[in-house]
């Protein structure tokens, strides 16, 4: 009897480490953790599952290299008047990779919007 609650006790730890490894793979793979910190992780999800689970969950993904540039690039798009947008030749980026804000910005330059 005792044999047997051990043997199902090593074999749901087996499966709460099998769903360890995918979720540290996962927030490996997402960079929100770094490859040094996966045997920490998996330590800590020996000792307390959930408090590790919750953990991963709350660490943010990294945002990719394109994200970013593409945030950084409507922020200063977002950041200049109709008339700068006109002068730097950016007008028709705005209004092809960002058609909200072109349309914010004509709105605001000509006081009407471009769906009449």
Known sequence: ????????AEHDKQLHMGRAARLVFEALKDKRIDVDKVADFMTFFDKDFEGAKNTLEEIPKS????EKIEHAELADLKG????ELDKENKLTRLRDKFPEVFELKFKTKFGESLKT
């Open 63 to 66: 945002k990719s290299m394109s």
């Open 80 to 83: 200049k008047t109709w008339d």
């Open 1 to 8: 009897m005792k044999e047997a609650k051990n043997a199902h």
